[in-house]
């Protein structure tokens, strides 16, 4: 679950991390009260979405001014800003930032993150902050500086010392970096976060380190013992139908092929997905709906799939290994009487009990066309969207 620019920050200051000074507005009418709450006379507005790249999609404007910032406020609220991490059709504004300029003299780039081939918390720094760092890492791979964490001994100050030498800190910016990075380590950890991203992390003129943005993701998993952030998901940020399928604990995410895809196990349903492709067709989705599916699970991700005005078929493969084929094969006639499907259906069946599940679909008088063949129920399903695009 991935947290605003705005709350992140706000999480940094309960541990103590100073942060630039700023007012969240969610009307343009609003701005000449922040402005003069963080006085000065130029702020910068920040749109707040979900995604990166907002800079160079014009969600984050310098304004001099009362007058510019309130336009500029408009000109974000309420619409769809499109960045080169988002989806074509953008993500909505629903607040601005509106926060303090800064003498920057260096921006640099800071991250934590769960690197799974090391077992280790990762820690990656690099000189040049305010940018694409995957540009950077290509172009320059030795710029790149990284460290790992020992679960037993935590964050040590030698690394942060490291770091801090590679970044070209001297004196007191680096014991202020030293000190960051093991307060952002500890954030990291308590908070169960995937992700802990600051870009930039300027040194100002006058010597300090601030987050100028910061981005934290939290692992889904953890959401249960991090009850304040979970209340603070903002899912008009996310597709409805993404929305709607975590409401009802399904992994879903949206894609734009015609073929519903509905699977129990997130491998099946990756080889599931590839098999479509090579078949030439598209998946319109991931759907994992698990390996306990009830009928009632069935029924409530068939929804969900024809909530997608694009889907033309749909492609159920479920291995019965928990759940029997059988009781499988009854939850997915149930929801297809349930829901009304009029699209084609085609279900490939495996596991225990498998020839009385067959049977089921094939003596249930609904239009299900079922099949042994994985490959095959592929091809069946592209040949029902429409035939290979």
Not at 44 to 50: D, E, M, S
Not at 319 to 335: E, T
Not at 357 to 365: F, H, P, T, W, Y
Request: glycine share 10%.
């Amino acid at each position: 679950m991935n947290l605003h620019e705005y709350q992140a920050k706000a999480v940094l200051r309960e541990y103590g991390v100073a942060t630039p000074r700023g007012v969240v507005v969610e009307r343009a009418a609003a701005c000449a009260d922040a402005a003069a709450e963080l006085g000065g006379d130029a702020w910068v507005a920040k749109a707040q979405i979900h995604a990166g790249g907002r800079g160079k999609a014009g969600g984050v404007r310098l304004c001099r001014g009362v007058d510019e910032l309130t336009a500029a406020a408009r000109a974000l609220l309420g619409s769809r800003l499109v960045t080169y991490q988002n989806a074509p059709s953008g993500q909505p504004v629903n607040q601005v930032l509106i926060e303090e300029t800064l003498p920057i003299a260096r921006e640099l780039y800071l991250s934590f993150s769960v690197d799974r081939a090391a077992e280790r918390i990762g820690v990656v720094a690099c000189a040049a902050g305010g940018m694409d760092i995957e540009a950077v890492a290509r172009a320059q791979p030795d710029a790149i500086l990284r460290a790992w964490v020992d679960p037993v001994t935590g964050l040590m100050d030698f690394q942060g010392r490291d770091l801090a030498f590679g970044l070209g800190l001297a004196g007191e910016p680096t014991t202020a970096f030293v000190r960051l990075v093991k307060t952002l380590y500890r954030v990291f950890l308590d908070r169960d976060l995937a992700l802990l991203e600051i870009n930039p992390l300027v040194l100002t003129g006058d010597g300090r380190l601030l987050p100028l943005d910061c981005k934290m993701s939290v692992d889904d998993n953890a959401l249960y013992r991090q009850k304040t952030l979970a209340a603070a998901a903002d899912l008009s940020q996310i597709d409805a139908k993404e929305a709607e399928a975590q409401a009802h604990q399904l992994n879903y995410i949206a894609l734009s092929g015609n073929i519903g895809c509905m699977v129990n196990g997130a491998g099946l349903a990756m080889a599931t997905m590839d098999l479509i492709q090579l078949s030439g067709g598209a998946p319109a989705n991931f759907l994992d709906v698990g390996g306990g599916a009830s009928a009632q699970t069935v029924a409530q991700a068939f929804k969900i799939l024809l909530a997608d005005g694009n889907v033309k078929a749909v492609l159920i493969n479920i291995f019965g290994g928990i759940m029997r084929c059988d009781v499988i094969a009854q939850g997915v006639i149930d929801a297809v009487r349930e829901v009304g499907v009029t699209l084609p259906v085609v279900v490939r069946l495996e596991g225990t009990n498998v020839e009385l599940g067959r049977d089921m679909l094939a003596q249930s008088g609904l239009a299900i066309t079922a099949t042994d063949d994985l490959a095959e129920a592929a091809r069946l399903a592209v040949a029902a969207a429409g035939g290979a695009s």
